[in-house]
């Protein structure tokens, strides 16, 4: 069983910055893409950024391009979402997920282990 764990998560003002952490609990996981997802209050889940298995194509959103790096450290097997300039709509519960190949997808389907979440809260 792989136990995915998300930290990093606060209440902030407007244009400050939070680093999220997601820690995988098996090693093989490293072998998995990772996204972020984030789901805001009375909104769908949506996807954030994805960083495949040897941290090769990161990718983010529009919404968040410019803004959020994804990155990882598979020694330490820990994916990290580095987010600057944060804006009230960035409020949200974020997810970290493992993909169910070596690549990420913006498809919550593909995914097979989930973190519980951490709350972002960005006030303006």
């Known amino acids: 069983q792989v136990q995915v764990t998300e930290s990093g998560g606060g209440s902030v003002q407007a244009g400050a910055s939070l680093r999220l952490s997601c820690t995988v609990s098996?090693?093989?996981?490293?072998?998995?893409?990772i996204g972020w997802f984030r789901q805001a209050p009375g909104k769908e889940r949506e996807f954030v950024a994805g960083?495949?298995?040897?941290?090769?194509?990161?990718y983010s959103t529009d919404s968040v391009k410019g803004r959020f790096t994804i990155s990882r450290d598979n020694g330490a097997n820990t994916v990290y979402l580095q987010m600057n300039s944060l804006k009230p709509e960035d409020t949200a519960i974020y997810y970290c997920?493992?993909?169910?190949?070596?690549?990420?997808?913006?498809?919550?389907?593909?995914?097979?282990?989930w973190g519980q979440g951490t709350q972002v809260t960005v006030s303006a």
């Open positions: 997920a493992v993909a169910l190949r070596n690549t990420w997808s913006t498809l919550s389907s593909q995914y097979r282990y």
């Open positions: 098996r090693r093989t996981a490293s072998n998995n893409g």
């Open positions: 960083i495949d298995w040897r941290g090769g194509n990161p």
